[in-house]
Structures are given as C-alpha cells and as structure tokens.
T-cell receptor, first 113, second 111 residues
C-alpha cells in the first residue's frame, strides 16, 4: 500500500530537548516536504527536498533542520524546541514538485512545554 | 510574497446543493493542488491541475491560467463532504520550488 509514515504521531516535550520526527515513503518519490499547520495560519511549508542530498527552505524554516540521505526518508529535526513550535506537522511526498498528486502522512501533533 | 486567496472561508449548505469553492493566486504557477482535510483527520489530495479541467466522481476542478483562478465544484453534496478544502500552488520560475497554501474553506453540509 502506498503510504507516507510519520512518527511519533503525538509528542509532548520540554523546551530545549532535541527531537526528531521521522518521515518515510514507500513510493520511490523524489519530492518530499514538511509542513506545519496552525489555527488561523493554515499550512506553511518548512523545508522541502527535490531529491537525495537536495534540500531547501520553505516559508518557515527557523528552528528546524532536515536531511535527505536516502530517497525514502526525510526526518525533521528540532535541535532546541521552543513553545512556538507547538503545532501539527505533516510530511508529504510526490513524484516531483509539479508531477503527480501529493501524499500526506497522518500528521504529528507536537507540544513543547 | 506570492499569496493564495480562497473564498469563501466558511460555507454551510444543505445536502444535495451544488458547491463552488474558489482559489486565486497572484503570479504564474506550474501546478495547483486541491486538498481535503476532515476534522481531526489527515490531508488527502483531490486534484493536481496545470490546465483545463479534471473530474473525479462528484468533484470537478477547473483552472483558468489567464485569470489566475481555480474552482472546485461538488455536485449533489453530501454530509460526508463536510471538510476543510485547501488550495495550494507551485509558483513557476524564480527558483522557488515550494508550495504556498490558501487558508482553506470550511465546508459543512447539513442533512
């Protein structure tokens, strides 16, 4: 089954404690991306990757890091989380930036205390 | 910053009604996506368009490149269509390869 898998789905952490949200896809997609969704602001892109070892900033990259060492995985790293990073996070993938539909993970709800 | 505007923000209709949700963008795009998000749920891609019109079941999506406008239509609406519908665009040129999203249209279909 074609899917994008995110983990963890729910996480409560404290300010400054490094965390990683994993994202994996099984469709051999080249394009992967991370978004955050906040009430009143909608979805905003954090980082995206056009292919292995190719990543770029989206609209709200501050406080986040990503890496794309393998085609299937695109982890989101919060080196020193802060309360303003409390949000609902989605990972997505597609064949290319403008090729094919987007497949989203189920979302990861992160709370930073 | 290039923006994506959706209208209406909120829409309540009766079961069976024809629904139209609009999306406008500011500059040339290479692709436009329509997404659906049910309350408390994940996000599902409905359509990806670069020109013309697409149909899937009761859903129809159109795009007018010259007018920089897209519409999502739902025929014979049903309560299960109640969801947030989100428009997203990939802007062409300028080295920007990300996606920009509208704030969504919250649709409620009453039985």
């Amino acid at each position: 089954e074609a899917q994008v898998t995110q983990n963890p789905r729910y996480l409560i952490t404290v300010t400054g404690k490094k965390l990683t949200v994993t994202c994996s896809q099984n469709m051999n997609h080249e394009y992967m991306s991370w978004y955050r969704q906040d009430p009143g602001l909608g979805l905003r892109q954090i980082y995206y990757s056009m292919n292995v070892e190719v990543t770029d900033k989206g609209d709200v990259p501050e406080g986040y890091k990503v890496s794309r060492k393998e085609k299937r995985n695109f982890p989101l790293i919060l080196e020193s989380p802060s309360p303003n990073q409390t949000s609902l996070y989605f990972c997505a993938s597609s064949l290319g930036r403008t090729a094919g539909e987007l497949f989203f993970g189920e979302g990861s709800r992160l709370t930073v205390l | 910053k290039n923006e994506v505007e959706q209208s209406p923000q909120n829409l309540t209709a009766q079961e069976g009604e024809f629904i139209t949700i609009n999306c406008s963008y500011s500059v040339g795009i290479s692709a436009l996506h329509w997404l659906q998000q049910h309350p408390g749920g994940g996000i599902v891609s409905l359509f990806m368009l670069s020109s013309g019109k697409k149909k899937h079941g009761r859903l129809i999506a159109t795009i007018n490149i010259q007018e920089k406008h897209s519409s999502l239509h739902i025929t014979a609406s049903h309560p299960r269509d109640s969801a947030v519908y989100i428009c997203a665009v990939s802007y062409s040129g300028g080295g920007a390869d990300g996606l920009t999203f509208g704030k969504g249209t919250h649709l409620i279909i009453q039985p």
